[in-house]
């Protein structure tokens, strides 16, 4: 008779937690120039509406129409870099 074997038992102990990893200073530097972009971009798209608003009040569309599509293409990027950003407390 053919014995059937048990596959060989696992060593790694599951209920032994891992230590964080550490993060290199490379990646410190680059998540706080992220979070400061971000926090630039999310407080540059709140007044950007007031300064197109502006702009079309003025009449700088029909003298600077680039300038508005400008302002509107900025405030479009701004607001999608922005929306991840969360101040913290």
Do not use: E, Q
Request: hydrophobic residues 45%; proline residues 10%; glycine residues 6%.
């Amino acid at each position: 008779m053919g014995r059937t074997s048990d596959p060989p038992m696992s060593t790694l102990d599951p209920s032994n937690p891992r230590l964080p990893a550490r993060k290199s200073h490379v990646t410190a530097v680059i998540d706080r120039c992220r979070t400061a972009l971000c926090g630039a971009a999310f407080w540059a798209s709140i007044p950007l509406p007031l300064v197109i608003a502006a702009a079309l009040v003025s009449g700088a569309v029909t003298a600077a129409p680039l300038l508005v599509v400008g302002l509107v293409l900025l405030n479009v990027c701004c607001a999608a870099l922005g929306h991840t950003y969360s101040p913290k407390r």
